[in-house]
């Protein structure tokens, strides 16, 4: 399976927080393509898990699925309505762009349009446009009479390439999770993995991380792993830096178990995989500080895809990263299934 | 139903001191229901058996927000600290009710820059509550540290709209309350959930439904209405427009799929209905969505006027199709 | 009684790395109570079989304590860190440090004739560790990313007054083994089968107390912590939380919950019965694992009673001797004595 179509079309697809419905079949597909041994079902508030094998170890893979968006709060006139953010929406990234609204009768074209420079002020110049001042124009496509308070939209835009097998496109948070899952499953058919591995696609992570709390507690695995994205962006002194196409990056810190950790980064070393290490001292921002504490507990790891442009219409990531990261994680499921059943002594 | 609502909202009940209103509720709904029990968090329980296969739950909480007495001071003064939102401006002219001693609020300012610098920015460390004695001594036998108090305003009637304290959310109780004693032939087994502790961290909904096998979560909490004077330009609902289905707000996002069921069942049975996104508050259903594997979950909201103020306003007919919404989904297959 | 507060308070250990404290800990209950456990996020369960097993109680006090992660090693050698649990950046300017509780490390402050404006915060973005490495490479030998930091601190005691880094929340924990102590010694049995446990992680969003409830499955439990004062000049009094000297803290509301009303009256109750001076804590801010308890599963009521510590959170905390142990003496009565809970019982 080509990563470069996989990411590709994982973002364009639609799936704005509660729509994730939108984006699963696509990756039931992709599943299905790489063996259709797997059970494919929907559990707790709607999250999709493929299982795959059965027995010990018990691994899941969580990625989230959903990506942040806009969604009409209210209706103006028969032209203009105005919106809220669904998750963290910087407002100044939806200045100038199209946006694309799901109806019950199809696609609906917006646009968010700005002042022109010659009618500004001077002194509004420096002002930052606010939800308050944001506002889509329906002209494009027949007024405000067929869409109503309620109906969520994203930015209206098709993932390129760049040089230096870089990627950008919408959704790259978390689609990029996903497009790992989905590798490392590909990866997995070559191995003699022989335990069962679960891939937890989650709804809701951008409001409160729900979706992952409800599938760690109905999943019990024995090791967790969640991937997500991370800041390629230079970060403040205190904290080590991420470059993308340096590899993925390993967490450690208080949500994170330790052997997990351990293991992960073993499994980098051993199979001459490039990786990053972050070290977070509280909250990771990321499901896996839920889920670790679900139940009883539950070893958890992070492993995240460095990207740039996080949060915007705009995000850039290196193919090379989403391989490595799903070979990692490949490799750590076999690795732990080998441990498990006494062959591997480590 | 007006009775009903004047007698539940004018109850005193913070968050945490919830037994007037529970004690209240049983009574009213005891005869009508198959079980009923406490928690240990206080949360009220109770169940009408259906044979659908499927269980929905309705919430509503019994808390109201309020103050505590942190410090007596000399002079047989009170400060107090917010349990709940509190806007410090509410309080200024409002009366409260000490668990029966009734309390006015102060502005402290030893300097007139230092009042006027105050009555600008006013917060609960500026302020003080004066319940009408003349020594610590006394004012601990009156409110010792630790008191709780609620706004003291009553109800008022007005027909078509209804006025009192705490409509935030006896007035989900209250409609909870009618469609229990309405309720007849449901085909899902309804659980409803008067919980507690709401205003301080949606505490009591997060365990509510730990012994019980929910498929789909409905709280019953108020909203904003947005239909006075130049009032917040970016969101859409009004009284008289009907019980909102709620698509978001800061705590949750709705299940589409609940959304979905909630609106064709109003349309299937004429009930009117407004979709309503809220850009700030939370309710309950953000409990239930971490329920143990998560259930799908939505609010319906009442449209109201002034919440967290000592008089919230509500369209009565809101509240009687808010309950006949209820009793409709209660026979709405899944 | 308070034999093991010098030495809790001087190990070192963050949230999630409670490591050495738990082991101290272990040690010191081995063969004194029915069963040890250590579950996956670290917390150390103690159970004690009671006199009346129909009911679960548990004792929760935290072993995590503030302090600081490895978040960064610079081309200089330096290191760069983030605080784990809140630590206000001006307690830390030119302080004392140990990297995972054995090497020396300062916090370099610029020189006041070199620094322009004395009156800026250092925040944690400048701040940089120094222990003596001259070179990353230097530094990656001895230090890794994500490794401990603490305060670097050794306990006083002098009249009735202690001081020391870490009583939140080592006096907790101090006080839960004089009662392991006092039960083993005097051959008895708490009330209800009782559940000692040494959380983990609450520094960082009460983290660990919620997975070893799970286990549990307590009907009520008692959270142990120590808790702010506030009562210094800068400070008017009716802003304090709390005063040191006044004896042991009992919480009606803190941040995310307000304490179930009998649980409330039973421990203020019992202290009235043990003639204990007490005080409530008087500002709602600030949580405690009892906020998580809540939450967790079917809803678990606890109450909260706390020694009163000033500077909390900063590499020097103050506690009153006479504080701790009547707070030892109130914890201990509502552990062992099933009369203090018969009220309790009876609105269940």
């Given at each position: 399976m080509d990563t470069k179509d996989l990411i590709k079309n994982l973002s364009n697809s639609f799936g704005v927080t509660s729509f994730e419905n939108c984006t699963f079949p696509l990756i039931e597909q992709f599943l299905l393509e790489i063996n259709q041994d797997i059970k494919l079902e929907k559990i707790g508030i709607g999250n999709l898990v493929a299982t795959y094998g059965q027995g010990n170890p018990k691994i899941a893979f969580f990625a989230h699925v959903d990506e942040i968006g806009i969604v009409i709060s209210n209706i103006i006139d028969d032209t203009f309505a105005r919106i809220e953010a669904?998750?963290?929406?910087?407002?100044?990234?939806?200045?100038g762009k199209r946006v694309c609204f799901r109806t019950e009768n199809g696609e609906k074209l917006g646009v968010i349009g700005f002042l022109a420079p010659h009618l500004q002020k001077p002194e509004d110049k420096d002002k930052s446009p606010s939800f308050d001042e944001l506002f889509v124009d329906f002209s494009v496509s027949g007024g405000t009479k067929d869409i109503n308070v309620g109906d969520i939209g994203v930015i209206n835009v098709e993932a390129k390439d760049l040089e230096n097998d870089q990627i950008v496109g919408k959704a790259i948070d978390n689609r990029a999770g996903v497009a790992v899952l989905i590798k490392s499953f590909e990866y997995l058919q070559n191995l003699k993995f022989d335990g069962q591995l679960m891939l937890s696609f989650n709804k809701g992570e951008e409001v409160g991380l729900v979706g992952a709390k409800g599938a760690a507690e109905y999943l019990q695995p024995d090791y967790a792993v969640v991937v997500d994205v991370t800041f390629g962006e230079r970060l403040p002194e205190n904290v080590e830096s991420f470059k993308i196409g340096e590899g993925p990056v390993i967490t450690i810190g208080a949500p994170i178990n330790r052997c997990v950790y351990d293991d992960l980064v073993k499994t980098a070393k051993d199979n001459n995989i490039k990786y990053q290490i972050e070290a977070v001292p509280s909250r990771s921002g990321t499901e896996t500080d839920i889920v670790q504490i679900v139940g009883q507990g539950i070893k958890t790891g992070l492993v995240s895809v460095p990207i740039l442009n996080m949060h915007s219409p705009s995000e850039v990531v290196n193919i090379n990263d989403i391989d490595r990261a799903a070979k990692l994680l490949a490799m750590f499921a076999l690795n732990m299934s080998l441990k498990t059943k006494g062959s591997l002594n480590v | 139903m007006k009775e009903l609502i004047k007698n539940i909202t004018e109850l005193y009940g913070p968050s945490g001191r919830e037994h007037k209103v529970r004690e209240f509720i049983k009574k009213e709904i005891n005869d009508y229901v198959d079980e009923i029990k406490v928690d240990k968090l206080g949360n009220l329980i109770a169940i009408k058996k259906g044979s659908s296969g499927k269980t929905v739950l309705f919430d509503a909480h019994m808390d109201e927000i309020g103050v505590v007495v942190t410090h007596i001071i000399d002079g047989g003064f009170l400060k107090i600290e917010q349990?709940?939102?509190?806007?410090p401006f509410n309080l200024v002219g409002a009366r409260l009710n000490f668990n029966g001693r009734i309390g006015v609020v102060g502005i402290e300012g030893e300097t007139e820059r230092e009042l006027k610098e105050n009555y600008r920015n006013l917060s609960l460390d500026n302020i003080y509550v004066d319940i009408?004695?003349?020594?610590k001594e006394e004012a601990e036998k009156h409110a010792p540290i630790g008191t709780f108090g609620v706004f003291a305003d009553g109800f008022v009637d007005y027909g078509e709209y209804c006025l009192s304290k705490a409509m935030d959310d006896r007035i989900g109780c209250a409609t909870l309350i009618e469609a229990i004693k309405q309720m007849k032939n449901n085909h899902h087994t309804v659980i409803f959930a008067f919980t507690v502790q709401e205003e301080v961290g949606l505490v009591g909904a997060f365990v509510s439904a730990y012994d019980y096998d929910v498929d789909r979560a409905i709280a019953i909490d108020v909203t904003d209405s947005?239909?006075?004077?130049?009032?917040?330009?970016r969101m859409s609902m009004k009284l008289g427009d009907g019980p909102c289905i709620k698509i978001k707000d800061l705590a949750s996002v709705s299940d589409r799929e609940v959304v979905d069921w909630i609106k064709d069942t109003a349309v299937n049975n004429n009930i009117k209905y407004q979709l309503e996104v809220l850009t700030l508050g939370g309710t309950n259903a953000a409990g239930y969505q971490r329920t143990k594997s998560g259930i799908p979950s939505c609010t319906i909201s009442i449209p109201t006027r002034y919440i967290h103020s000592p008089h919230e306003m509500v369209c009565y007919s809101d509240v009687e199709n808010t309950v006949e919404l209820i009793l409709a989904l209660s026979k709405s297959y899944f | 009684m308070r034999k093991y507060l010098k030495d809790l308070t001087e190990l070192s250990g963050i949230s999630s790395r409670e490591e050495k404290v738990r082991e101290y800990i272990k040690s010191q209950v081995e063969g004194k109570v029915n069963n040890i456990t250590i579950d996956n996020l670290g917390n150390l369960i103690c159970f004690v079989k009671g006199k009346d097993s129909s009911k679960k109680m548990m004792v929760d006090a935290h072993m995590d304590e503030v302090g600081f992660m490895v978040t960064k090693i610079n081309d200089d050698g330096t290191l760069g860190i983030s605080p784990v649990g809140g630590v206000d950046p001006r307690v830390i300017k030119s302080q004392r440090l140990k990297i995972e509780g054995v090497l020396n490390a300062v916090v370099n402050s610029t020189p006041i004739h070199l620094d322009k404006d004395i009156k800026r915060v250092v925040k944690y973005e400048e701040i940089k560790v120094y222990a003596g490495f001259s070179s990353k490479e230097e530094a990656s030998k001895k230090v890794n990313l994500g490794d401990m930091v603490t305060f670097d601190t050794t306990y006083v005691e002098e009249g009735n007054y202690a001081l020391s880094k870490a009583f939140d929340d080592r006096v907790g924990c101090s006080i839960m083994l004089d009662i392991i102590d006092y039960i083993y010694e005097n051959k008895l049995q708490p009330a209800f089968d009782t559940y000692f446990n040494f959380a983990t992680q609450e520094e960082v969003g009460l983290r660990g107390t919620g997975v070893a409830a799970a286990r549990i499955k307590p009907d009520f439990a008692l959270v142990l912590e120590g808790t702010t004062a506030g009562d210094n000049p800068e400070n008017p009094p009716e802003k304090w939380a709390t005063h040191i000297g006044n004896g042991p803290v009992i919480t009606f509301m803190h941040s995310g919950l307000v304490i179930k009303k009998e649980m409330f009256e039973t421990i203020v109750n019992a202290a009235k019965a043990l003639n204990i001076k007490f005080q409530y804590k008087m500002r709602t801010a600030g949580g405690t694992n009892a906020a998580k308890l809540a939450k967790t599963m079917y809803g678990i009521p606890a109450g909260v009673i706390s020694v009163p510590c000033r500077y909390i959170h900063s590499p020097l905390a103050i506690l009153n001797i006479d504080d701790y142990n009547n707070t030892y003496s109130l914890v201990k009565e509502l552990v062992t004595n099933n009369e203090r809970w018969v009220n309790y019982e009876r609105a269940h």
């Open positions: 669904v998750g963290g929406v910087d407002p100044r990234t939806l200045v | 349990v709940g939102g509190q806007y009408g004695v003349s020594s947005l239909d006075t004077p130049k009032a917040l330009k | -």
